[in-house]
């Protein structure tokens, strides 16, 4: 006869499961306050700031949109609408990709380049007073290496 408990899943502990319990609430309620500040100062939102800033990181300001959902993890219809409302705003342009008549570049244009400067400016300090006023640097490090043992491909 075969033990039936090698066919169940295993079941996390306690303590792993009071981790995830812990961690998405810190990440709810840390962007619902940064999202806040960022609404508060007349700014559009976090995932805005997110595509801008892998524009101005990216070569000649621009990325595929594929590229762009790769680094931001936006799913592609949100991204698609997304840009759509930037490039109403002026901070994006699209242009069509020589190679491809199909595929479209994404670039910043420099009203983007100055949102995110403005972003920035709000989402610096937000980051400050929503994690840094609360871990001293030895915790943000030992923090940021727990994150990346859990961010690692298995």
Known sequence: ???????R???PSPSTVRAWVRLMRAQQIVL?????DLKAAGLPPLAWYDVLLELVRAEGGRLRPYEIERRTLLAQHNLSRLLDRMEKAGLVLREV???????RWVIITDAGRAMQARMWNVYAPAIQR???DKLDDAQA???AALL???SRNS
């Open 1 to 7: 006869m075969s033990d039936c408990s090698d066919d």
């Open 9 to 11: 899943p295993p079941h």
């Open 32 to 36: 619902a306050a940064i999202e806040q």
């Open 97 to 103: 990709f020589s190679e491809d008549g199909r595929g």
């Open 130 to 132: 929503h994690l840094g």
């Open 141 to 143: 490090d030992h923090l």
């Open 148 to 150: 990346a043992a859990l």
